[in-house]
């Protein structure tokens, strides 16, 4: 009986070592297999980014249609993603180098860089940041298919209301309105020169040379998503 008990004993303590032993193991490749999360981010394509400029002459208004090659952000030499489209947008602030202005006619923007940008822009540089979509810095109401750029201009701030949308299938922001030159700009000076400049070659079958003071911008931003593990 003595033999028994012990031989008892121990083919128990062989199962229960067994069984221990194949627990553990599965609770080891539970652990190694457990999922890590990610996460979406946004963040844009700058080389894929268009700023795009549309001017207007004659008394049929004939459109111009021209674009800046040459733009930089802050976020340019950082890895820097964002929590969502609006986000991304919200206080960018950017630089254009007015003189990389491009229509496709090399006597053209050569007068718009010595007859125009020269005079619109302090050694060629368009300074701005981008509000909130939807929201106001000075505490008004804004529309949520708004967004207010603040432009550097000779050291003064010029602020003007663009439209703004975000298209979750394109995944593309688009800002977009008209600049005023004279009242929104203050660019008389620039503007009356390019004019004055330009007299013959603003004339419309009327005779009459007109250059519009109204400059419509549209920008368009894709937007790219990027996953990241928690």
């Keep these: 009986m003595s033999i028994s008990f012990k031989s008892f004993l121990l083919i128990f303590f062989l199962i229960f070592c067994c069984v221990s032993c194949t627990n553990n193991n599965v609770n080891e490749k539970e652990t190694a297999t457990v999922k890590i999360e990610d996460s979406v981010f946004y963040t844009f394509d700058k080389k894929n980014t268009k700023i795009i400029w549309n001017g207007y002459k004659t008394s049929d208004k004939i459109k111009v ?17 964002f929590n969502s489209p609006i986000s991304l947008v919200s206080g960018l602030r950017f630089s254009i180098n007015s003189a990389s202005s491009s229509s496709g006619d090399e006597i053209r923007d050569s007068n718009l860089r010595q007859y125009f940008f020269n005079l619109l822009t302090e050694k060629f540089t368009i300074n ?24 550097n201009v000779f050291s003064i701030e010029r602020k003007i209301r663009f439209g703004y949308s975000f298209d979750n299938k394109k995944m593309l922001i688009e800002i977009k309105g008209p600049i005023r030159l004279g009242n929104e700009f203050g660019a008389i000076k620039a503007y009356n020169a ?8 603003h004339k419309g079958g009327d005779g009459v ?7 419509d911008i549209h920008v368009k931003v894709p937007v790219i998503e990027v996953s990241k593990e928690l």
């Design 194 to 201: 390019i004019h004055e400049k330009c007299y013959d070659l």
């Design 128 to 151: 701005g940041v981008l509000g909130i979509p939807g929201s106001s810095s000075a505490g008004l109401e804004c529309p949520s298919d708004s967004i207010d750029v603040i432009f």
């Design 209 to 215: 040379s007109k250059t519009w003071d109204i400059v």
């Design 65 to 81: 249609v021209g674009f800046f090659t040459d733009f930089t952000t802050v976020y340019d030499d950082l890895d820097t993603v």
